[in-house]
């Protein structure tokens, strides 16, 4: 397809529209994204995709979005989040969506609907009639049906590691041994995009899945595997997938609204029965442990990524106790203003361990060290390379140097013997005649014995912590002063 011909693109605020438009983006594609609040995906675009209102139980705005000579449009629309029924709503507004294309001229829907045959679960028979509904005369429709999407961030994972991480032993009934063919976001994703390239050849049905035919016990196994986590898996013949759901909400209730439909259409094998995808695409699927290796990867890059402002300021107010959540991490975080510029302030966090210690209680950091050896540690042996200065890489005390960016942000990755992996960073922003430092406190639990360890030291950790940067702020503050 002419890279200048217009893709209208819904759902982008969603997991699969989010990262569809980034890879449509990235290609050069001319996209218009359609949404219920445009406000919210403004700013995540690039410079050139537009951003309209639409909705698709309003048929006027769908007439707008759709104008101007659309060529293809991304349907990625769906209810499953929303109280109530969502079967209805779903089939309503596929259909307002297929007549108002129909109107426009557009030449092709691509669509992305659920793998499944037989007596299908309200979930995956809502998937199939959207997909039907689309299937208007004079548009053509190309249907995508997949199994489990894997990715980080994505439902399915994030449910699948909540499990494993928190239940030591698990339960499993009868539906967890149900065949799937999960699928890494990244191949979705390029199957979404070749799909534009295909020739025209009136309404497709389309199966796509990942190279490995698993069972979500499968699934988690291979997970706990490689978190290092050692799981017990007990199979028992009782457990309905609507009890296996309702449980859900105990133990991720997070996830539990949507989970619960998930769940409860797991009765059904989602497994690929067509393999014509394979003649049809360049695309050569990857299998489930290196999909979940990606997923792992990527979800830590994001988080090497984040900008604690941004991320805590989106969050509002923080939890008295505990810290917040971000997936599976836990964050402890704290600031404090001082009246000094940003290389001042910065100072003393540069100069941080080895010979000029850790500003507060550098007895418990050796104690620390101490245990730390006892167990096959690193200790505190090692101290630092430069008294003054720092780079990515450098070796300090038990931590090492993972970012450094002199007078603006110091991240230390821990080395210690942890029951899951931490991190401790430092920012300092310029706010002209003051500086705002920033103590971010990072902790990815493994299992129980992670979460046991956070909250058991945690009353510890916030008072070192919050010492520690009370300390540091009056260093900077003390230095100011004398070099006046």
Known sequence: MNRRNLILLTGGTGYVGGRLLQCLENDGYAVRCMARRPETLRARVGKNTEVVFGDCFDTASLSTALAGGVHTAYYLVHSMGAAGSFEEKDRKAASNFAEAAQAANVRRIIYLGGLGEGALSPHLQSRQDVGEALRTPGVEVIEFRASIVIGSGSLSFEIIRALVERLPVMICPAWVSIAAQPIGIEDLVNYLVEGLDLPYAGNRIIEIGGADQVSYKDIMTEYARQRNLPRLM?????????????????????????????????????VVRDPIALELFSVRPKGVREIIARAIVNEDRQFAATKWSDALSSRGEQSSWGGLQFGNRIVDSREISVDVSADVAFAPIRRIGGKTGWYYGDWLWQARGFVDLLIGGVGVRRGRRDPEMLQAGDTLDFWRVEAFENDKRLRLAAEMKLPGRAWLEFEVEDRGSTSLIRQTAIFDPIGVAGLLYWYLLYPVHKLMFAKMLQAIAAKCRDESAMAK
């Not at 296996?244 to 259409?265: E, F, M, N």
């Open 234 to 270: 007990i199979s028992v013949p009782v457990l309905t997938p609507r009890l296996s759901s309702l449980w859900l909400g105990l133990v991720t209730p997070v996830y539990a609204r949507v989970g619960r439909k998930l769940i409860d259409s797991i009765r059904n094998p989602t």
